[in-house]
């Protein structure tokens, strides 16, 4: 059974500051897909990476992936209140076709 | 991305009663899905649903409970039979385009059951 373990599970900061959130596992995964959720919505795609030590940007937020595909990091620069949410790692590719494996989430309230 | 809708997005049932579930997608995928979330926690996967053949459950779920509808490939339904309070939750299905292992979800259904 593939494991991701995500971490920290809660994370609470002030505007402005900044943040990482790591899913690590001993499995490797052809991808790995980085969501966030906010109530009452499903989960929105924010990246996916599929390469062992790429690197992808997306505003504020930074995403990498291990060079062994084992594990993946989100960094975001300068918090603002509209990050906060429900983040999820999932990596795929893993024994069983399409699916997912889910890390357990971390969920983030930025403060003003 | 595909543009996901799930009906209903909300209900509040009675314990022994039974709710369907639909998941309209606006392209044709191969791979469909089905989740269940505790508000704030991660996903759990119920099932895929298969396009012509019986859906495949994961460990936990049965189709008795879960029974799954997969008429076409842009339709699918889930029923949540013989509820009780434990079955409240929020339900999501997704939907994966092929050659990729990228899912999209659909915007969930909240479901409580009394």
């Known amino acids: 059974t593939q494991l991701l373990e995500q971490s920290p599970q809660f994370l609470s900061i002030q505007e402005g500051e900044n943040l990482t959130v790591y899913c690590n596992s001993s499995?490797?995964?052809?991808?790995l897909q980085w969501y966030r959720q906010e109530p009452g919505e499903g989960p929105v795609l924010l990246v996916t990476?599929?390469?062992?030590?790429e690197v992808k940007k997306l505003k504020r937020l930074t995403f990498q992936f291990g060079d062994a595909r084992k594990d993946s990091s989100l960094h975001i620069t300068a918090a603002q209140t509209g990050d906060t949410g429900l983040y999820l790692c999932a990596g795929g590719g893993g024994t069983s076709y399409g699916k997912l494996t889910f890390g357990q989430g971390t969920i983030l309230t930025v403060h003003p | 991305s595909a543009v996901i809708s799930q009906k209903p997005s909300r209900d509040i049932c009675q314990r022994g009663t039974s709710l369907t579930i639909q998941c309209q997608v606006d392209?044709?995928?191969?791979?469909m899905f089905w989740y269940r979330q505790q508000p704030g926690q991660s996903l759990t996967l119920i099932a895929t649903a298969n396009q012509g053949s019986e859906a495949t459950y994961e460990s936990g779920f049965v189709i008795d409970k879960f029974p799954i509808s997969r008429p076409n490939l842009t339709f699918s339904t889930l029923t949540v039979s013989n509820m009780s309070p434990e079955d409240s939750s929020i339900y999501l299905c997704?939907?994966?385009?092929?050659?990729?292992?990228?899912?999209?979800f659909g915007p969930g259904t909240r479901l409580t059951v009394l």
């Open positions: 990476v599929v390469t062992g030590g």
């Open positions: 392209s044709q995928v191969t791979m």
């Open positions: 997704s939907v994966s385009p092929a050659g990729t292992d990228t899912q999209y």
């Open positions: 499995s490797v995964f052809s991808s």
